[in-house]
């Protein structure tokens, strides 16, 4: 080892080197003083912030989204089982190997450790598809996450949950719904540990504690994640 504590700059050197074996180490060194939730969330995620920043390398930033794709199906297989009967369903609306559908990722795989019972469906399925997995399921709560909802799927997907009978909340995760401001729905926050939190904080108490509208998440998400990736690109500097 002696090459240093695991940072975001590290496992993007990996990536570019096409060196899988070497972003595997890092992300161990990661997890032996870190949770997976926090190497998530320190060193994972920026990487890929970091990664796919940069113009002219397609080559590595593929290499970077299917690794941490494999990394996070290997993680959530291992996930202890549900401890709390409640049950999240996640609609992903972001594309196919792309930067936020990661973050979704992340974020099931953070739900699960939590204890949580999930589900994430593609945005875009048929809603008598979805009523099946709704019924199976019986959701605490809907997360809208992925960054790319429409308002004609987003009303239609809502309507099929009412229809069903489901009183369930609704939430939205990083900026992933197309109205903000006063007509918006409560917002988890931009980060896996802030909306997991937020999650157990509703389940526990019946209500979503120090919530944000989605406008004022999304300016709040936006500053964080420049702040971020300004100080990442000056560790890798």
């Known amino acids: ?5 695991s940072t975001p700059s590290r496992l993007l050197d990996a990536w570019d080197h096409f060196d899988e074996g070497l972003a595997d180490r890092v992300m161990e060194e990661s997890l032996a003083v870190r949770s997976i939730e926090r190497s998530v969330e320190e060193v994972l995620l920026p990487a890929l912030e970091l990664a796919s920043d940069r113009e002219s390398r397609e080559a590595e930033r593929q290499l970077a989204f299917r690794w941490a794709t494999g ?7 291992v996930a202890p089982p549900a401890s709390r009967s ?35 469906l593609a945005f ?12 199976a399921l019986d959701p605490t709560a809907f997360v809208f996450c992925g960054g790319e ?10 309507y099929t949950v009412r229809q069903v009978g489901s009183a369930a909340p ?10 903000t401001g006063d007509h918006g729905i409560p917002s988890l926050g931009s980060t896996p540990i802030e909306a997991v939190d937020r999650l157990k904080a509703y ?4 209500r979503l504690e120090q919530t944000l509208v989605a406008g004022e998440a999304a300016e709040e998400a936006a500053s964080q994640r420049r702040a971020a990736v300004a100080q990442n690109v000056r560790r890798a500097g």
């Open 149 to 158: 909802a429409t308002l004609e799927v987003v009303g239609r997907l809502v």
């Open 203 to 206: 389940v526990d108490s019946g």
């Open 124 to 135: 875009d399925l048929p809603p008598e598809r979805v009523v099946r997995a709704i019924r």
């Open 71 to 77: 990394w996070l199906y290997a993680s959530r297989r």
């Open 170 to 179: 609704v939430f939205e995760y990083r900026e992933a719904m197309p109205v």
């Open 1 to 5: 080892r002696g090459e240093g504590p």
């Open 86 to 120: 409640q049950g999240v369903l996640l609609f992903d609306s972001s594309p196919h190997l792309d930067l936020e559908s990661l973050h979704v990722q992340a974020l099931e795989l953070g739900l699960r450790r939590a204890g949580f019972k999930t589900l994430l």
